[in-house]
């Protein structure tokens, strides 16, 4: 039996030859296929879901984009991602430890000392430690990024600036007491508003969603003083307590007496009218009886007269002086009368 023998066409290349002449025929549209998937490729991004995307084209704001995925012109659009739904937080006289990695500024080491940022001079000038946050979110991306320093440092440093200007400013308003105690509420209030209203005027993107007091204390500088003092205040309190109950004491007795001696006046006076108001009537029906009969009348004043001077006259009684009885003798005094009886040994005085 013959064999066969198939000679290759000279004109097939064969597979591989047939894949070259494709590639050499069609090499500048597959090279332009390439770097047109490599360019679209190289200009997808992403926005993660707390941030917005600004869109640059030629230098100027094409568009603010949301959370999500999207591709950009190649050579004409610059993206900037902005936390713009972030909650972001400065701390001033203290640092959280540790990071959440959520917080732009967080840890962030800056050219002031924690220690100075506490320090507030209140309106009896009195320092005073304030450790206080601010809580915020970018609620205008791009007021946030063309209105402030470019680099994070930069607007830190801004915002912290405008913040301890503004507290300082406050708390230069506040006595030192409020500050310690019931003022509290009324500076977070002031000061929200105040920085709100700053950031709004220079357009600087950012709301505030709170300002807290975390802790006010005295200052190490003046706590000896501010004891020594808080204690003679205390004094002064227990002294003015004990007067008040001293008075408290005092004043019901002394009005008590005073109403006593009242009542006795008001006695007193009622007694003494009723008195003249009797002696009157008597003088009055005296009057009437003297009217219908003189004689007894006048003997009668007569008697009572006589009855009150009886009472002030010595009278001496002496025995053997005659059939009467009595003796009529000079009124002298009763010493020298019982001097004169004596010597005569003639009778006995009776006062």
Partial sequence: MAKVIIMPDPNDPGLQGKILRFLMRHVLWIVLLVLLVVLVLGNIYTVPSDSKGIV??????????????????????????????????????????????HNVYENRPTDRPIESEKLMLTKDNKLIEVEWVMHFHIGVPEDYMFNLPQSIAQKEKMLRDLCMATMR????NVLFD?????????????????????????????????????????????????????????QVKT??????????????????????????????????ISEAEGEAARLSLLQEAYALNPELTRLNLWVEGM????????????????????????PLPPEALYRNMEGKNTGRGIN
């Fill in 56 to 101: 640059l084209r030629f230098g100027a704001i094409s568009g603010v984009v949301d959370p999500g995925l999207h591709v950009r012109l190649p050579f004409a659009d610059e993206v900037y991602i902005i936390p713009a739904e972030r909650k972001q937080s400065l701390e001033f006289g203290f640092r959280f430890n540790g990071g959440t990695g």
């Fill in 239 to 272: 002294m003015i307590y004990q007067a008040e109950a001293h008075a408290n004491k005092v004043v019901p007795e002394a009005e008590g007496q005073a109403s006593i001696l009242v009542n006795e006046g008001e006695s007193y006076r009622f007694r003494r």
């Fill in 178 to 234: 409020e500050g310690l105690t019931s003022g509290k509420q009324k500076i977070q209030e002031e000061v929200y508003a105040s920085l709100q209203t700053l950031f709004d005027d220079r357009k600087m993107g950012i709301k505030i969603d709170e300002v807290l007091l975390q802790e006010t204390n005295v200052s190490e500088a003046i706590k000896a003083e501010y004891n020594s003092v808080t204690s003679a205040e205390e």
């Fill in 169 to 172: 400013r406050i708390f230069a």
């Fill in 307 to 330: 009855a009150e001077v009886w009472k002030k006259l010595n009278v001496v009684f002496v025995e053997n002086m005659g059939d009467s009885g009595t003796l009529k003798v000079l």
